[in-house]
Structure formats: structure tokens, C-alpha cells
């Protein structure tokens, strides 16, 4: 089941992109049963750094594995992208800044304080939102508003 699930994973990041985080998260809270060994030992005191709860601890860093594969999965894309000549550097710089900046402001922010009941709460809430989207997607209302977008970059003279 978890090279099945490994497959899955794979497959997704490489054809969708970041959604493959999402999935690798799903596996580790539920196929791999991180999730339930961070309930199993929630309260149970340690001394790691900033912890003192071991669920705690096992919870930031189901994020911490999540935040570290969508990171290698962006740097091989970009390498992939490059050689290419398909990367749109602007839009990478920005997207990357964008995670750095985004992933550390979750961990000052929730960083030894998420317990896994939450974090499992919230991360089923914006996978259930992100799936909404995708779908929203692939709707002819979706498709119509993007062959407006295209039509009028048509209209663009191309620099030369």
C-alpha cells in the first residue's frame, strides 16, 4: 500500500504540481498513521527545543516532511523547466519567496502549538477547498472565462 501510495504521490506531482504535497500529506497522516501515532502520544512530555509535548512535536513535523518534498519536487520541476526554456523566472521567484515566507510564518505562528486533532482539521478543510477549486477548473464556466484570457492575449502584438 505504500508503494502504491508512493506512485500516487509520484504521479500527481509530477503531472499537477503542487497538489502532490497535499496527497503526501494525506499519506502521512492517514496511509503511513502518523497522524494517529501524534494522537497516541499527545500530552506525553519530552524536552526537544521549544517542546515539551510529543504530539506536538510529531505534528509540526508531519508539516516540516510535507513543506521539505513540495521543495524538492519545485527545485526538480525548475530544473526540468529550465532546460526546457519553459521557466518564467519572475513567476518562480515569486512563488519560491512566496513559500519560504509563507512556510515560516506558519511555524512562528503555530510552530509547537498545532495539536494533530487541529492540524488534521485545518489540513482537511484546505484540502477539500483546493479539490473545489481543481473541479471549479474543469467546468465549462471555468473554461469559457479562460478562452477570454487567451482570445485577448491573441490580440497583444508579440514583441519581436
Known amino acids: 500500500m505504500y508503494l502504491l501510495w ?12 503542487v497538489f502532490g504535497g497535499i496527497m503526501a500529506g494525506v499519506g502521512h497522516i492517514s496511509i503511513l498513521g502518523i ?5 497516541k ?14 504530539g506536538k512535536y510529531l505534528t509540526d513535523h508531519i508539516r516540516f516532511s ?12 525548475t530544473i526540468n523547466w529550465y532546460t526546457q526554456k519553459r521557466l518564467v523566472w519572475p513567476a518562480a521567484i515569486a512563488m519560491g519567496l512566496g513559500m519560504v515566507i509563507g512556510a515560516q510564518v506558519a511555524v ?4 509547537g502549538k498545532l ?13 477539500w477547498a483546493v479539490s473545489f ?4 477548473q474543469i467546468t465549462p464556466r471555468a473554461k469559457a472565462s479562460k478562452s477570454k484570457g487567451r482570445e485577448a492575449a491573441k490580440r497583444i502584438p508579440a514583441e519581436g
Not at 508512493?6 to 504540481?17: A, E, K, L, P
Not at 512562528?108 to 510552530?111: E, I
Open 108 to 111: 512562528w505562528g503555530t510552530g
Open 35 to 39: 497522524g494517529n501515532w501524534a494522537s
Open 41 to 54: 502520544l499527545k500530552g506525553k512530555g519530552i524536552s526537544i527545543g521549544m517542546y515539551n509535548d510529543a
Open 115 to 127: 495539536g494533530v486533532a487541529l492540524y488534521k482539521g485545518l489540513f482537511g478543510l484546505c484540502t
Open 133 to 136: 477549486y481543481m473541479f471549479y
Open 6 to 17: 508512493c506512485i500516487w504521490v509520484g504521479w500527481i506531482f509530477s503531472t499537477v504540481g
Open 66 to 77: 510535507n513543506t521539505a518534498i513540495t521543495w524538492l519536487n519545485s527545485l526538480s520541476s
